[in-house]
């Protein structure tokens, strides 16, 4: 069994921002499901290849997602090192990709809150670039909306995000990142 975490925060005034990267990439692999609610979060369980699959969008806002992973995680009996969390990455060009088996938060908020609820760091990654943006805050520019540019590259790659998903699900870590960091 697999967890597949997208970060993001509730509410349309962040819908599109660099934050919620995790949120739109989801939305794109799993278009015009019904999501349900449980963990503190939306989840969506479906069967691939044989596996079953949840995915999760945490509801309590970037800094608490934590509580929703642990929650879903505990409840599914899945082990971390079959949680995969895709999240923004602000010391990453734009749209550059990084997976990752074992890595400190980064300063990231939410992925710090994920390894203090799960107590621990083994889980995968899935890193979106979003650059970082000189003389502008950082919680400012987390929280700014992609450009329209930025929203169509996000588009136009949509297959790659979805595939690189999939590889997970089907190869697991080791394999996803041999074939697709570097992208």
Same mark, same amino acid.
């Not at 939410?110 to 889980?123: A, E, V």
């Given at each position: 069994?697999? !967890?597949?975490?997208?970060?993001?925060?509730?509410?349309?005034?962040?819908?599109?921002?660099?934050?919620?990267? $995790?949120?739109?990439?989801?939305?794109?692999?799993?278009?015009?499901? &019904?999501?349900?609610?449980?963990?503190?979060?939306?989840?969506?369980?479906? *069967?691939? @290849?044989?596996?079953?699959?949840? &995915?999760?969008?945490? %509801?309590? &806002?970037? +800094?608490?997602?934590? @509580?929703?992973?642990?929650?879903?995680? #505990?409840?599914?009996?899945? @082990?971390? %090192?079959?949680?995969?969390?895709?999240?923004?990455? !602000?010391?990453?060009?734009? $749209?550059? *990709?990084? !997976?990752?088996?074992?890595?400190?938060?980064? $300063?990231?908020?939410?992925?710090?809150?994920?390894? +203090?609820?799960? =107590?621990?760091? /083994?889980?995968?990654?899935?890193? &979106?670039?979003?650059?970082?943006?000189?003389?502008?805050?950082?919680?400012?520019?987390? /929280?700014?909306?992609?450009?329209?540019?930025? %929203? %169509?590259?996000? #588009?136009?790659?949509?297959?790659?995000? +979805?595939?690189?998903? +999939?590889?997970? *699900?089907?190869?697991?870590?080791?394999?996803?990142?041999?074939?697709? =960091?570097?992208?």
């Amino acid at each position: 069994m697999k !967890l597949i975490v997208g970060l993001g925060n509730p509410g349309k005034e962040y819908n599109l921002t660099r934050h919620n990267i $995790g949120f739109i990439i989801l939305d794109n692999y799993l278009s015009n499901v &019904f999501w349900k609610e449980k963990f503190l979060g939306l989840y969506h369980e479906c *069967i691939i @290849n044989e596996e079953k699959v949840i &995915f999760l969008k945490p %509801q309590t &806002f970037m +800094n608490l997602s934590g @509580n929703s992973v642990l929650e879903c995680a #505990k409840f599914f009996k899945i @082990n971390s %090192q079959d949680i995969l969390v895709i999240h923004d990455d !602000l010391d990453l060009e734009f $749209g550059k *990709i990084r !997976l990752k088996k074992i890595s400190s938060s980064g $300063g990231h908020n939410g992925i710090k809150s994920i390894i +203090n609820c799960l =107590n621990t760091d /083994l889980f995968c990654r899935f890193k &979106f670039g979003i650059s970082r943006k000189q003389g502008s805050s950082t919680k400012d520019y987390v /929280l700014s909306k992609f450009s329209k540019e930025e %929203q %169509q590259y996000i #588009k136009d790659n949509k297959e790659l995000y +979805n595939n690189i998903i +999939n590889s997970f *699900i089907l190869n697991g870590i080791e394999k996803t990142m041999n074939d697709y =960091n570097g992208n």
